[in-house]
């Protein structure tokens, strides 16, 4: 009996083991595509810019023309999505949130507003 629990203990400690390993080598691998760019990065980034400018540019009392610079930024952030490119993505939100925050915190914050609290 007692010869049977340690060797179920002992089972216990290899499958441990090989999971601990499992879990480093998944690890390393998620950590070696975190970093990725995108060709159309720069792009991306640019494109982000613009449509961040357009809506700061837009009368902040006509609301049909916020929502059509809202949707009109969204359109091009889509573009890359669409291609499935998730690193183009992640640009093109940076450079719209940067553009926001820099030019404009109140609008920023208005849609954003999860970002409140990093005033």
């Known amino acids: 009996m007692v010869g049977g629990f340690f060797v179920s203990l002992r089972q216990i400690f290899g499958i441990m083991r090989h999971l601990l390993?499992?879990?480093a080598v998944v690890a390393v691998l998620m950590g070696g595509?975190?970093?990725k760019k995108?060709?159309?990065d720069a792009e991306a980034r640019d494109s982000g810019m613009r449509a961040a400018a357009a809506l700061v540019a837009v009368d902040h009392t006509d609301t049909m023309a916020m929502e059509r610079?809202?949707?009109d930024a969204k359109a091009k952030q889509s573009k890359y999505a669409l291609q499935r490119d998730s690193a183009a993505v992640r640009a093109f939100d940076e450079a719209f949130h940067a553009y926001l925050k820099q030019k404009d915190k109140p609008l920023y914050h208005s849609i954003f507003p999860e970002h409140e609290k990093q005033r």
């Open 21 to 23: 390993y499992i879990v």
């Open 33 to 35: 595509c975190a970093e």
């Open 38 to 40: 995108s060709p159309l």
């Open 69 to 71: 610079a809202v949707m």
